[in-house]
């Protein structure tokens, strides 16, 4: 078994003073491990990453219970920077880029914390440049004129600028071609294998993101409602049903389920 690099522990998520969006959330992130955090539109995943990355002061959000462990150190209170000093990175949904920045522009700004020297940050570019060849094809166009799977490859690869030990990767197929989405989680399952890059990544696109993941956990309504190995969910008959588009029944969710309900006991 691998070692446990992220731990969450029953953590409850409130916007605003008033907004309860995270109930009792708890997942565990292997060390190597590629993780997928999996529901719908507002089921609550990209505030489960934000909770971990600590990003959720800018949206007037705060962790209010439970926690959340790095190796065995908690770090709800620490800084956004410390989080990218540990090795945490966030790549956000919906592809943010410098829009007037170049491609390798952008790529340089993910290197802005190293401390290794410009000669090690030129070995992690090319590095970037072999994982995305296009990235290279456009390094000198400015990055608003660059296609939209390329814009989300120029987002991870300046999250690999930074040198991280773990990526949280939000939404990486929204918007973009089925073709182009292969491509994507091609490239985290290559960065996963031979860098050895640990990766929590929330998406909507079930079927794609169980086929690269090792284990999934499946949100609704800021709740956990089910977990396991990807390939047990893959065949699991209401994630079927709910979430890969098989199976003719007319339910609307998991609380109609027995073994959500038999859960739910637990999570109350």
């Not at 990235?135 to 300046?158: D, F, H, N, P, V």
């Not at 490239?187 to 079927?207: C, G, H, M, P, S």
């Not at 003719?248 to 073994?259: A, E, M, P």
């Amino acid at each position: 078994m691998s070692a446990v690099l992220l731990n969450v522990n029953g953590i409850e998520v409130i916007y605003n003073h008033v907004i309860l969006v995270l109930k009792g959330v708890s997942l565990q992130v292997p060390e190597g491990g590629v993780v997928a955090l999996l529901g719908g539109n507002g089921a609550g995943k990209t505030t489960t990453l934000r909770a971990v990355s600590n990003l959720l002061a800018g949206e007037r959000g705060e962790v209010t219970k439970g926690s959340i462990e790095l190796r065995g150190e908690r770090i709800e209170k620490l800084s956004t920077s410390a989080m990218v000093d540990r090795g945490v990175i966030q790549v956000m949904e919906g592809r943010h880029c410098f829009a007037h920045l170049t491609i390798e522009e952008n790529l340089l700004t993910g290197a802005y914390t190293r401390k290794d020297g410009k000669a090690a940050v030129a070995a992690t570019l090319e590095k970037v440049y072999n994982y995305f060849p296009r990235l290279k094809t456009r390094r000198t166009s400015q990055a608003a004129y660059t296609s939209g799977g390329e814009q989300q490859m120029c987002a991870i690869g300046r999250a690999l600028m930074a040198d991280p030990k773990m990526v949280l990767l939000d939404e990486p197929s929204m918007g973009l071609a089925p073709q182009i989405v292969e491509e994507v989680f091609e490239i985290v399952k290559d960065l996963n294998q031979r860098e050895k890059v640990t990766f929590l990544l929330a998406e909507q696109n079930t079927n794609m993101a169980l086929r690269y993941a090792d284990h999934g956990y499946i949100m609704e309504s800021g709740r956990i409602v089910m977990d396991g190995a990807a390939k047990d969910l893959r065949e699991n008959e209401d994630v079927k049903e709910f979430y890969l588009g098989m199976g003719g029944g007319d339910r609307k969710s998991f609380k109609d389920v027995k073994s959500y309900k038999r859960r739910k006991r637990w999570l109350s």
